[in-house]
């Protein structure tokens, strides 16, 4: 796993619930290629067209309230989300997430950032706690993530890890 994620944004606001993130009618499809086509449509019907693998989703307050179905997570990590970031993750979506191997990263000062839109470069160190505004420079400290959590994410997700203790 890479300790420094470097991406563009894609700035959303408050209360992004896991509907927004993947629309409840798409909820029959399988293929997680078919799955990552309907990413943050709720929320922004453009927002798979101007989306590169890698990138990074920042959040305000609640990211992923709503339903406790996987799904959303599902299209996250589907899509090549390379993180995200927001001031709060509601509990059952971030447990879903750490899970699958989804790095979420709580960092309720994300408004110092100065984010003006998306498109801005940010890098956020996982060892060091920190996100820094690639354009401005500016470096703000974040939640740091669990040792248990960092162990799954390591892993590529609970079952990963998982599948590597019975091997042992």
Known sequence: MQKVISGKTHVFGNNIDTDQIY?????ELVDPEEIAKHCMEGARDSFMSEFTGGDIIVGGT?????????????????AGVGAVIAKSFARIFYRNSINLGLILIVCPEIDKLGLEGDCEKVAINIEKGTVTNSSTGVEISCEPISEYA?????SGGIKNMIRAQYKK
Not at 62 to 78: D, M, Q, V, W
Not at 150 to 154: A, G, N, S, V
Request: aromatic letters at 8%; hydrophobic letters at 35%; one cysteine or more.
């Open 23 to 27: 629309p409840g009618r798409y909820l």
């Open 62 to 78: 609640n990211f992923g309230c709503g339903s406790s179905r996987e799904h959303a997570a599902i299209t996250l990590k589907s």
């Open 150 to 154: 960092m162990t799954i994410l390591e």
